[in-house]
């Protein structure tokens, strides 16, 4: 008998059909002798209504009624989901995040979860109920209800799990695990039996959409053992934990993030610290800078060029428009014409191999590189976005062909 | 300046427009002075939406999750008034049933406030801020959601009235006030200034449809002062108060209840306590008897009639057949083609001509009276369907026209 913590996004409970299906699975775990704690989020578009429903009437609403409103989403899908299990006789109970005793700080709409209370969960497991958690929600010291963020049910079904001391924390999503490259863009991308945190993470933050990094952040924090999963199907999927490296695993995956955008401050003047107090001025905007160049300076000038995402793109802009006399650049250029194509994997640190392969693999697909960026597990370049999945098919192609 | 708990229904908030209507009248109170409570139902259909979601998963769902699943139309409604709160620019605060300190016994779907814990109302109040109460939703000693039953919220704000000692409890609907007769079905009914908690109990109880018993019951016991007015203008509503009786006023009002069968038990042994066998056979399933009429007996045998309403027919009739033994009736008749009109009204304990001009009116009207029950405040009529609303018509033109 295992404890196993379950999550399922919002897709998978989009309706009474697929909320039934859901039902099934989690009841099927049950019947193999085990405890069962899961965490679901809002059905299918719930939350967009919801924001819309705000919007609608004022669009500037606090961050505290905001998660006031869209808590209701998962509240939802728990009750759905516990009325579901007691029509196929198991005996089970929907909580809140707060009767779960999900405890986080209280950033409103980006809460990050302190403590699990863990009283009620045992309480209710004890009495052999399946647990049904509201993901992606919380209560603060206040006792006023937090949501967590983008990938917050994710995060709520690892805390679940790490707190819990369960044996595996399985999130159910709409692909059947971590694949090597988006099997849309590359046909031959295959399936991961398994996965280590660490490459998880720059997957993650690459744009794989699987799992959020801050969930893989805190499983990997706790060694709690994850399994990607499909809803939908019965395959095996991919297991992240910590996986001891062989010398045959050099790269795990080929990622593409579009969520990109580049600027270029061109003829700034060639000082030290100029790059620092454009960086400083950005991030204490909690605007997060990913790759960055900056030319040799020549004639007592220089060109730095970074990228953003797209959401602070225009946000960026306006920054570099009021602190134009402290940075004092001849021209400003910005395009989102332009993605993020990544190899990760933790065998790569020590193979300066890997580097080559990819620019080799873009040479011969004539794309042009013009940014680039490393750290001990990941190789990234910057290419224009109409040539992102051929460069991802030709790096694909290079290490798995 | 005063301390004003005020209460929405849902159709006062059933979308953008009448939340920000809402909003700004509750913001003019604020800025008269007065410190202010508000308790809000569901917008709309959205409960009955809710229903439907369950329904399709799982008819035959527990109680606990089915209170789960509706309390978070209450929590949209709380959050989206206080945004539009927020927007005029006022301090507002939204509060679940349990944050508002709500405390309710174990009964699922139709809870009874024990106790509210004011501390959190308290401290809001204390900041001046507006605070926005979900109606209808209270929490139990396990910190499970709660839910109060039909007119839930009225109870909630009622509550909210009495555990602050607020000076007033103004509850908004869609007419502006207590006439003295439904105003679609008599044209010169007119509106009540004020009216006492014993005449609004039995006109709530008889189907006129503005407040709910329960409420009303709650606001006599703590003396709370009920004010029934329109949310869509500024008319002086109806004040339900402690009223001192003057000798002038006879009735307060003329009701219709079409929720209502007649079942009879015809030829019944004439035996001592048969009746007692069979209305406590009914009480025992929670079901309410109403009017009830016993022939004089004679040749042994006689007839029993009684009325229940309408949702209990199947049951009663079900419970007659399991125990006709018992009952041995020759025949059991019902009808659900009746309807109870009542005339309500204190003054009238102490004037016998009261019930003469009720009859006189429906002898001159030609309606027949099947079956007729008096208490101190009321007397009520059993007619066929098709003429109660002639019969109202008929009473209120004799004491009103």
């Known amino acids: 008998m ?15 059909e697929r ?40 669009p500037a609403a606090s961050k505290r009624e905001m998660d006031m409103l869209l808590s209701t989403g998962e509240q939802i899908s728990i009750a759905l989901l516990a009325m579901a299990i007691e029509k196929l ?16 700080d209280r950033r409103h709409s980006n809460a990050r979860i302190k403590r699990i209370n863990t009283e009620r969960l045992h309480d209710e497991l004890d009495q052999h109920k ?28 690892v805390a679940l799990a790490a707190a819990l001391g369960a044996d595996v924390c399985e999130i159910y999503t709409d692909v059947d695990g971590v694949y090597t490259a988006d099997p849309r863009i590359v046909k031959n991308a295959f399936k991961l039996d398994d996965i280590s945190y660490d490459e998880m993470l720059e997957l993650a933050s690459l744009g794989a959409n699987v799992l959020h ?33 062989v010398e045959k695993m050099l790269v795990r995956g080929v990622t593409r993030d579009n969520d990109v955008a580049r600027i270029a401050l061109c003829g700034v003047e060639d000082t030290p610290g100029k790059a620092f107090q454009v960086f400083s001025m950005l991030s204490k905007k909690n605007i997060s800078v990913d790759l960055i160049i900056q030319s040799i300076g020549s004639e007592g000038i220089k060109d730095i060029s970074f990228t953003v995402t797209e959401g602070d793109l ?23 014409d332009v993605s993020k194509v990544s190899v990760v994997g933790a ?17 011969n697909a004539h794309i042009n590189i013009s ?31």
Chains 1, 2 share one sequence.
Request: hydrophobic share 40%; aromatic share 6%; glycine share 8%.
């Open 89 to 104: 006789g198991c005996p089970v109970i929907s909580l809140t995040g707060w009767q779960a005793g999900m405890q986080t």
């Open 2 to 16: 295992a404890l196993i913590v379950q999550k399922y996004g919002g897709t998978s409970v989009k309706d009474a």
């Open 130 to 157: 399946i647990v049904i958690v509201a993901g992606f929600q919380g209560i603060n010291s206040k006792d006023d209800i937090t949501t967590l963020g983008r990938g917050g049910s994710d995060t709520s079904a």
């Open 314 to 336: 225009d946000e960026t802009l306006a920054l570099i428009e009021e602190n134009k006399d402290m940075i004092k650049a001849k021209d400003v250029k910005w395009t989102k």
């Open 213 to 245: 990094n801050r969930s893989v952040e805190m499983a990997k924090k706790y060694n709690v053992k994850l399994a990607v999963k499909s809803s939908l199907n019965n395959n095996e999927g991919t297991y992240v934990k910590e996986v001891e490296q």
């Open 347 to 363: 065998g790569m640190v020590n193979n300066a191999g890997v580097a080559t392969a990819v620019f080799e693999a873009l040479y």
């Open 19 to 58: 909320v039934m299906n859901v039902a099934n699975r989690i009841v099927n775990a049950y019947k193999d002798g085990n405890d069962v704690v899961v965490a679901v989020s809002a059905q299918g578009d719930t939350t967009d209504e919801l924001i819309e429903k705000a919007k609608e009437i004022n």
């Open 371 to 401: 940014m680039i960026a490393t750290s001990e597990i990941k190789i990234s370049v910057l290419v224009d976005r109409k040539d992102a999945e051929r460069a991802v098919e030709a790096i694909h192609d290079k290490f798995f062909g």
